[in-house]
């Protein structure tokens, strides 16, 4: 099995700033991608930001140029640098990593930490 434990979020202004970070432990052979997610009311779950073990980032466009996704591998940690928040990012973040066992995807979910921006 696997563990998320997430950190972070919170309440911030728009043009603010905040750090989210994920630390995984258990059974973390295999793994593919770690990365955020997040869901607003009403919407489905969007993939915001993933890190690859071999470093290649993914991000969705509407925060290219405002948020970056990095890792410690030795901790099995992913970070997220969320800058220039606008309220349309607030939503419920769900931290994400992806394992690929005998051909086949498993995906494990953080309990999600909320990120609220105000106008």
């Known amino acids: 099995q696997v563990q998320l434990v997430e950190s972070g979020g919170g309440l911030v202004q728009a043009g603010g700033s905040l750090s989210l970070s994920c630390a995984a432990s258990g059974s973390t052979v295999g793994i593919k991608t770690i990365g955020w997610y997040r869901q607003a009311p009403g919407k489905q779950r969007e993939m915001v930001a993933t890190?690859?073990?071999?470093?290649?980032?993914n991000y969705t466009d509407p925060v290219k140029g405002r948020f970056t996704i990095s890792r410690d591998n030795a901790k099995n940690t992913v970070y997220l640098q969320m800058n220039s928040l606008k309220p349309e990012d607030t939503a419920v973040y769900y931290c994400?990593?992806?394992?690929?066992?005998?051909?086949?995807?498993?995906?494990?979910w953080g309990q999600g930490t909320q990120v609220t921006v105000s106008s």
């Open positions: 994400n990593l992806r394992r690929r066992i005998a051909g086949v995807n498993l995906d494990y």
């Open positions: 890190i690859s073990t071999g470093g290649n980032t």
